[in-house]
Structure formats: structure tokens, C-alpha cells
């Protein structure tokens, strides 16, 4: 391993210049501004250094987008080759370029069969901002123009532009603007902080059957689409029943309801399959993806749509009035492409499946399982979520639980290990080419940053 780099400013000169021209987000600035913010300044696999010097196992990827690691040569060396042929060109013009072409087919071939088309974008938000037209598009295409409401779930996360951020659940977002109409939410599938007396069947079955109830109220022949992410996660990591997903299902075919996946957090080998709907088994309309899919080294998103969507689209729709300046990038694409084949011919996605992600699991299980501050554990392949809870027996959550699991992740930076808090609930997710021994210090550091967390809470 190479030495780590040399800044070549102080810190402070970096946190002052960051403080006088930066908004952060989802921050307090002016806290940020008074505390500083630690600068990074090179990874290399599963870590970081910042410009004191000091190293962190990364255990969430960044943001769930670091596949292969920090410091692939292969995925410097495309982007390098691609800009040296042909740095830039648009897919507008009745253009396109070779790499654009080439990383398409092999999605498609990693895909299942039932989908065909993809419009590319710069991120996930964007994917979601496409998605929003292109599903109402479709049902104009077909007659029923009628159909334009979207419904979300409460407490999902789709992005942060204005149309993302609607279909999200985020209340505290929509507060801030985030609104825009035909949007309806139902309630999330969080089986621990919501079913009372339920079992998680029964109340894996309610929850989706309040779709069909929204759909009822806000009539069948109005309503475009649903969309979720198969898991949660920005909104805690959070897993639904197994009796949830093949009742949404059920329910979108019989209203004629599209099905919308957001796979930007689950896709690309996450949960140990290529895509997180496999793994709970349900057939989505739309893929929402971006993220994984350059491994986070180039910004590039894309909405894939089922060859009964595109084909509508192609054949029917005449000119779609939309495009970005970006999509489909040379230089994104030849990344794009390099990282697939590359957690394709590693066998990395298998390896998740089969080695890596039991062994993380068993490992949780093992140190958090009788904890007495974690009342569950959930997740699967290399991501998971420990939820806080006051007392096991009953559910009963800390009214300071926000406070608690913020203070929780700031031990873990000072232990070297970076995981993030969302509600009452710590969460990681390592790169998909985390070792054994990699995953041994991720869950011992975060042991450290537990146990110190359980001793504020008066629970050690």
C-alpha cells in the first residue's frame, strides 16, 4: 500500500475556504463552518485518509456507491483512454459512440430478460426526475393521459431535485419546497418501530394493502405508477416483511399500476444478487439506477425501462421531448463499462452472496445479537442496519434516538470507521471487495462506537 498523500495546505486554510464558498448537505452550515469539516484527500481499497493524516475503514462505500473500492487503476485507466479518443460528445444530433453502446450491452445482458431500454442520466435524482415523465409519456402513448399520480412511501428516498424529493417521503424536505402534484405516499414497511402486536407477515400484508386502498381512493384509472426501493435506504436500511413485495406486486398488476423500482442504493451486486429486486423477488416496470454503476468514480445514472414500456415508447410515441447534455458521457460510460466487467469477471457479486456477506451477517449477529443496546439486525450480502431500542422486549425506542445514533457515528469516526446514523438505526455498507479481515475490523471499531454509545444511554 502506498503511503498516504501529502496535503499540500493546512487544514485550517482548507476548512476556511470550504466554510467561505460551500452549502453542504443535509447539514447545518453555519455548525459546520464552527466545528470544520474533516478533508479527505485519497483512498485506497476500503480506505481513507484525511489531510491530518489519519486512515478510516470507509463502511459505506461513500454513499453506498464504491463497489470495487477506492484506487482501481483499471477504472482510472478507462477514463484516461476514453478521454485521450473522445473526451465528450452528446447523444443528441442523431448520434451516439461506441462506449455508450458497449456498456448498454452488457447491462442489458446482467439485467433480466424482460427489460430492453435505458435512458441515461447523471445521477440518481435525475433518474427519478426522468422517470416521472417518461411513465406518464407511456399512458399518454397509450390512451389513458388520465393516469399521472405517482404514489411513494413515507420515509423513501429518491433524490434531492424537486420531483425526486416529492416522490420521496422525506417530510422535512417537503417542507423545504419539496412538493409537486399528483404525488401520494403511503406508509413505509418498518416492522419494528410500526406493527405493534402484528407479526411481521400480518404486517408486511397491511402495509402494502395500503396501496391498494390509495389506489381505490384516488381511482385506479388515475394512478401511473408506485415506486419504492426494495429496502430503504437513506431511510434507515430498513427491510420489509416477505409477505410485502409479492402483495405490491399483486396489487400493481390487478389496478394496472406500474411497478417503479429505485435501485440506485440496491443495485449492482449489493444484496449478493445483481439487482435488490431479485433478492425479494418481484418483476418491476422501471429500474431507477445510478450509483454502483461507476462504482461513484464518474457521475452517471439511467432509468432502465421493460421492453413493454419501450417498445410503446419507440413505436408509438414519436419524438420524446427529452435530453441532457450529459447523458450517456464517453467518459462516464467507458467507467461504467470497466466496472461492470469487472465485478462480472472477479466474480465479486457471487462472492458477496456466498462468502462475504454471510460472514458480515454472522459476524453482527454474533457481537450485536444479545447487545444491550440493539434490539435487531437486519440486512443481507454487504449491507446491514443495527437498530437502537431502550427496551428489546417491548420495541420501545429512545426518545432521544436521533441523538443517540449521531453521537454513535462520531465515535466511530474517532475509532477509524465510518458508518452513518439515519433515525434510531446504524448503518454500513463496505465495498463489494471487502476482505474477512476487512469485515472484522469494520464490526469490531463499530463494537468500539456501540458499546461507548450504550454507556451514555445507561445501558452498559
Known sequence: MNLPFEPQRQTQDYR????????????????????????????????????????????????????????????????????????????????????????????????PGHYSHVIYTNSGSEANEVLIRTVRRYWQ???????????????????????????????FMHEMGGLIPDVAHIDEPYWYAQAGELTPAEFGRRCALQLEEKILELGAQNVAGFIAEPFQGAGGMIFPPQSYWPEIQRI????????????????????????????????????????????????????????????????????????????????????????????????????????????????LHDVFGSHPLIGEIQGTGLLAALQFAEDKDTRKRFANENDLAWQCRTFGFEAGVIIRSTLGRMIMAPALVASRAELDELVDKTRIAVDRTARIAGKL
Open 141 to 171: 402513448v397509450l390512451g389513458q393521459p388520465q393516469k399521472k399520480v405517482m404514489i411513494g412511501r413515507w420515509n423513501g428516498y429518491h433524490g434531492s431535485t424537486l420531483a425526486a424529493s416529492a416522490l420521496g417521503g422525506m417530510k
Open 252 to 363: 400493481c398488476r390487478q389496478y394496472d399500476v406500474l411497478l417503479c423500482a429505485d435501485e440506485v442504493i440496491g443495485g449492482f451486486g449489493r444484496t449478493g444478487e445483481w439487482f435488490a429486486h431479485q433478492h425479494f423477488g418481484f418483476e418491476p416496470d422501471t429500474l431507477s439506477i445510478a450509483k454502483g454503476l461507476t462504482s461513484g468514480y464518474l457521475p452517471m445514472g439511467g432509468l432502465v425501462l421493460s421492453k413493454r414500456m419501450a417498445e410503446a415508447l419507440v413505436e408509438r410515441g414519436g419524438v420524446f421531448a427529452h435530453g441532457l447534455t450529459y447523458s450517456g458521457h464517453p467518459v462516464a460510460a467507458a467507467v461504467a463499462l470497466a466496472n461492470l466487467k469487472a465485478l462480472r469477471d472477479e466474480g465479486i457479486v457471487r462472492q458477496v452472496k456466498d462468502d462475504t456477506g454471510p460472514y458480515l451477517h454472522k459476524l
Open 16 to 111: 476556511a475556504s470550504d466554510a467561505a464558498h460551500h452549502i453542504h448537505a443535509f447539514v447545518d452550515q453555519k455548525a459546520l463552518n464552527a466545528e470544520g469539516p474533516r478533508v479527505m484527500v485519497r483512498g485506497e481499497g476500503l480506505y481513507l485518509w484525511d489531510s491530518e493524516g489519519k486512515r478510516y475503514l470507509d463502511g459505506m462505500s461513500g454513499l453506498w456507491c464504491t463497489q470495487l473500492g477506492y484506487g482501481r487503476k483499471d477504472l482510472t485507466a478507462a477514463a484516461a483512454a476514453q478521454m485521450d479518443q473522445l473526451a465528450y460528445y452528446n447523444m443528441f444530433f442523431h448520434t451516439t459512440h461506441p462506449a455508450v453502446i458497449e456498456l448498454s450491452e452488457l447491462l442489458f445482458s446482467l439485467l
